[in-house]
Every structure is written in C-alpha cells, then in structure tokens.
C-alpha cells in the first residue's frame, strides 16, 4: 500500500494526507493482501459475526430510529391528500377543489426542499448525525406552525419551513445508514423508505378519526398537523445514543475511531476478525482515489463531474431522480382523492377510509419488496415496475373515460379503483418505494455522497415541483389523456432503466465503485452481483484485483 503516487486529481498535500491514513491503517496486521481480494460478503460468509451482539443491537436500534426519518415524507403526503379532500380545510384556506392555489399549498413543499440542499455540505462537515439532527430541530419548528396558524400565507410558509428540515435530515440519513450497515446486511438500508408508509399510516388514520368524531371543526384536520412533531420528536431524543458514520470518520482524520466502530458494531468486538482488515482497506483505498475535503471543496459540486467515470455515476442519479417522482407517483399518492371522486366516491369519509386502507397495503409490498430487491437484483425489479406502471395507467385512462361518459358505470369504477391500488402497492411501493433514496447513495463514492445525495434531492424535488403543480390543472382539463402520457412516459423509463442502470445488489459501496471504471458498468455490475449472490469467490476475486490506487485515481 506505500505504492501510492501523485496523480492530476490529487494534490500533493492530499497525497499525504493519503498515505498518513494508510499507514495508520498498517496497524490493522494487513499481512494478508490475498484475502482483500474476495468481497466483504464472502468473508462474512467464511467467518460469521454474532447478529445479535449487544453492539450489534444497539446498531439495530439505531438503524430502527432513523427509520422514523422517513415518515416525515410520508406523514406530509398523505396528510396533504387527506386534508384536500375536507370542505373545512378548502373553506379555512379558501380554496377551490382543483387549481392552482392548491397546487401551490402541495408543490411549496418541494420548492423548499430544493432550497435545502444548498445546507446539504453540513453532512461532510459536521457529519451526518449532527445534520439529521439540525435537520429534525427545524421539522419540528415547521410543525408548529402549521398547526398553529389560520393565515394562508403563514401556513405556505410553514410547509416551506418543514420541507426545509425534512431535506436536511432524510438527504443524511440514507448515506448514513448505507455507511453504518454490516456488509451482509444491505436489506437494513433498503428497509428505511418503507417507513414512508408509517408516516402516511399515521396521517391517514388519523384524518378519518378526526372527520368521524370532529367534523365541520378546524380540529378535523388540525390535530394531525400536531401530529408531524412525534416523529422527529422520538429521534431526536435517541439521537445522542447514535455512532458517527465510520467512513465520516476517516475522512476527518479519526482513523481509530473508524477502525474502533468496524471492531464493536461489525466484527462482534474481535480486532482481528478478517472483516475488519478488508473493510478498513476499502475505505482507505476510497480515500486515496479520491483525496479529501479541505473546507473550501464543501460547496464544490464539480467533484460530481471531474471525471468520466464521475459522468457516469452522476447522470445515472440525475435519470433515476427523475424517474422515481415522475413515474405517475406523485399524482396519485397526492391527488388520489380527487382521482377517487372522478370515479365516482362522492362521500369525503369513504375517501379517507380508502386512502388510509392503501398505506396499510403499500407498507406491506414495500416490506416485501425489500427481501425480493436484495435477493434478485435492482433491475429486474424496476423493469417489472416500469411494465406494471404502463398497464395501470392504461387501465385506468379508460376506466376514467367510461365513467365520464356514464356516472353510473360502476364496474369502470370499481376496477379504476382496483388499479389505483395495484399501481401504489404492488408496482411502485414494491420496487421503486425502497430504492429511492438508497440507490443514489450506493452509486456515489464517499467523498460525492453527501453533494450527490443533494443533487438527487434537487432533481426529485424539480421533477415533483412540476407534477404538483400541473397535475390539478391537467386533471381539469384533458382528464385521462393525463394518464394516457404517463403510458408513453413510463415505456421510456423502461428502456432506459434496462441499457443504462447498473445494478449494485451484493456488493459494498468501494465495490460498487470498481464498476463505474469499466467500459460496460452494466454488464459489469451485472457479473459481479451475479457472483456474489452465487458465492462465486473466482469471479469476485478480480474486483479488487482490477483497482490499483495509482491508476484509478479518475474513478
């Protein structure tokens, strides 16, 4: 490892900054390069941790409370769904059923998530504890006000405060988790935005006991305004028990304390298990690829694209931020009640109740789609999505048509509804639910996660702005040709989901930086996952292999 030289995308200082971090790491008794060479998961296999170590419990209780982060997006969504649909919510906002005023009240809360990732550096800086936390402080602020207030305007400001904070802490949370996990237990991180459906769970069961029991009352939809604090609330009063990313703590020169985290939460207390050897390598031969952060580089988001590989990385992220909020997502998961009363379900009641039955069955889809996601691969499971997708809005263009041509066409309502339900759960929540977040993050490298994890931030959040804010005003207008374009819309996504997405199921995130500096990363990724779900150590032996520190500094 003393073979590292100077390169054009490092500088001289960086270089040895480099080598006095790897020459702490020769404390680690790396007197076996060979055994580098086979990927962290074939090494737990060969040498199995204890799962249920007190350490590693409290890593698992850690992982369940940022969890909850996700249900800060989730509470908001269907929150905002269920209160649409209340006469007194319209009447104490003036609003009307379907426009642009209240296209607004929904697409402010993206435009502030957009401006939060101007912050999205704190994560590299203080780290992404600390940040989650900030982020958290300012949800809770947001809350309050918007429970409080009975100003229209005040209450935009408020959803732009809460998204704000909302950015701050799930843009974190998700290179966090992904960086804490042992190796051989990816399904941790893919488990996260399943929790989404908790906070739409809370929100919507919510809503329809307040209308039941505080109908015609500002308590009907109040209360669950409220109730946005609990979440963050609970986080927050565990986030001191919660270690520091052991990759963050590298970069910030900490190497013990790195090696001391791989030691107690993923080799079960014992320094010399071979895990922890192989994983402080990787994250050392990371670092020397890249180089590291002075403070001016904080706000430089030209590390995304110095380099081919660097393209690479970043349009694939850039496409699939696109894609997870432009899917037809977002006009169902937010409009679904105005889409439900375009098929007919007149009662507001009716409408929470069926609202709230579909988060109960997208959180059981998206629970199961994350075993099925690790255990066949990203690709295929977005594919068969993206297929699900053009069948559902197909169905439902036509079912909406036959019952605008005749309101007493129930059989054409009750299969619209049938399908709304189809493409949440069993299509989007299943495949796309929990890989929203966790797919950027694996694809970045360590010193781009955090500017990446803002980047995809930044284009989801673009890509909702414009769904939000048209969808109400396309409803009215060209009705189900609405649907009609996300037919052909999501066949593009399909085709380009199967030439150009990698796929990072079963490997670790240094491994997964091995693909992106080969001519074909698709067909690489897809060997390489191919092996490790085989246990193919022949093949999986060449990963590493392949990167020498010198001559893949451009990855």
């Known amino acids: 490892m003393s073979n590292i030289k100077s390169h054009s995308t490092v500088s001289s200082t960086a270089k040895n900054e480099v080598e006095l971090r790897v020459d702490a790491v020769d404390d680690l008794r790396l007197d076996a390069l060979e055994e580098h060479k086979i990927s962290l998961r074939q090494i737990l296999k060969a040498h199995p941790v204890p799962k249920f170590s007190p350490a590693r419990i409290r890593l698992y209780v850690t992982i369940c409370c940022l969890y909850l982060v996700a249900t800060c997006s989730g509470f908001d969504g269907s929150l905002m769904t269920s209160i649409n649909t ?9 609003l009307p059923e379907s426009a642009s005023g209240t296209g607004l009240i929904f697409s402010i809360y993206t435009i502030g998530s957009m401006a939060s990732t101007c912050l999205v550096w704190l994560g590299d800086y203080i780290g992404r504890v600390y940040t989650i936390g900030i982020g958290l ?19 935009i400001a408020a959803r732009f405060i809460l998204s704000f904070g909302v950015t701050l802490a799930t843009t974190s949370t998700p290179a966090y988790l992904l960086e804490v ?20 769970l809370i929100a919507t069961w919510t809503m329809y006991g307040t209308e039941i029991h505080y109908k015609g009352t500002h308590k009907s939809f109040s209360i669950a305004l409220w109730l946005q604090i609990l979440c963050p609330c609970i986080i927050l009063s565990m986030l001191w028990l919660f270690p ?6 590298y970069s910030k020169n900490k190497v013990e304390k790195s090696k001391a985290f791989v030691v107690k939460y993923h080799a079960g207390g014992d320094e010399n298990h071979p895990i922890v050897a192989a994983e402080m390598k990787q994250i050392a031969e990371s670092f020397a690829q890249s180089g590291f952060l002075k403070p001016r580089d904080y706000l430089d988001f030209t590390v ?10 970043t349009l694939l992220v850039v496409i699939w931020s696109w894609f997870s909020q432009f899917s037809g997502n977002q006009v169902i998961t937010y409009y679904m009640t105005t889409l439900l009363l375009n098929l007919g379900v007149e009662n507001a009641t009716t409408r929470l109740l069926l609202t709230a039955v579909n988060s109960i069955v997208c959180l059981i889809f998206a629970s199961f789609g994350v ?8 690709r295929p499971i977005l594919l068969y999505a993206c297929a699900g997708f053009i069948l559902c809005f197909a169905v439902l263009a036509g079912t909406t048509k036959a019952f605008e041509a005749d309101n007493n066409n129930h059989v ?12 949440q759960a069993v299509f989007f929540a299943f495949a796309f639910t929990p890989l929203q977040p966790t797919y950027p993050a694996e694809v970045f490298s360590n010193d781009m996660r955090a500017r990446g994890m803002a980047l995809w931030h930044l284009v989801s959040n673009a890509a909702g702005t414009v769904n939000l804010y048209t969808a109400p005003i396309a409803m009215a207008n060209i009705k189900y040709w609405y649907y009609v374009f996300f037919c052909f819309w999501d066949a593009i996504e399909l085709l380009v989901i199967y030439f150009f997405f990698v796929e990072t199921s079963q490997l670790s995130l240094e491994e ?3 693909i992106f500096t080969q001519p074909n990363s698709v067909k690489e990724s897809i060997r390489l996952s191919n092996a490790a779900r085989s246990g193919d150590t022949e093949v999986v032996k060449e990963l590493f292999a392949h990167i020498d520190p010198v001559t893949s500094l451009d990855a």
């Open 512 to 514: 997964i930086e091995y």
């Open 371 to 378: 075993f099925t996601i690790e255990r066949f691969g990203r």
């Open 304 to 313: 995304l694209i110095r380099t081919k590989a660097r393209q690479k990385r």
């Open 412 to 423: 054409a309502s009750r299969v619209g509804i049938a399908f709304i339900y189809i493409f």
């Open 244 to 249: 520091e990313s052991p990759r963050y703590l």
């Open 86 to 94: 209340l006469d007194e919510y319209k009447e104490w906002f003036n």
């Open 181 to 200: 996990v042992p190796s051989d237990m990816k399904t941790l991180a893919l488990f996260y935005n399943t929790l989404y459906f908790v906070g739409s």
């Open 137 to 155: 402080v300012i949800v809770v602020i947001g809350s309050i006000i918007s429970a409080t207030t009975a100003n229209h305007k005040a209450f």
